[in-house]
């Protein structure tokens, strides 16, 4: 049975730091493209950062500098580390597997910046 389970989201304060977590089971993690997407309430799912198999890494501009995309293929789990977060990077942050074959998406993990 294929799973994506996040992890980590909360209230954190302007300026703070959250990883969050994702724990994949169920197919071959290492091949698969690996991303975080968020939706915030009233928006479409954006891509926020992607790894690809090689440990290549692709972010949205509002988050270069600020935000690290990260694989551990023998945990099978991918992470977000965010940094210097701003409120308007509160959301619905989902994981993503992605193969030429199939994809996969986790539940998503709330996360809300606030003071």
């Known amino acids: 049975q294929v799973q994506l389970v996040e992890s980590g989201g909360g209230l954190a304060q302007p300026g703070g730091s959250l990883r969050l977590s994702c724990t994949a089971s169920?197919?071959?993690?290492?091949?698969?493209?690996l991303g975080w997407y968020r939706q915030a309430l009233g928006n479409q799912r954006e891509l926020v950062a992607l790894i690809l198999s090689t440990g290549t890494t692709q972010y949205v501009d509002s988050v270069k500098g600020r935000f690290t995309i990260s694989r551990d293929n023998a945990m099978n789990t991918v992470y977000l580390l965010m940094n210097n977060l701003r409120p308007e990077d509160t959301a619905v942050y989902y994981c993503?597997?992605?193969?030429?074959?199939?994809?996969?998406w986790g539940q998503g993990t709330q996360l809300t910046v606030s003071s």
């Open positions: 169920g197919f071959d993690f290492s091949r698969y493209k």
């Open positions: 993503n597997a992605h193969s030429i074959q199939s994809e996969y």
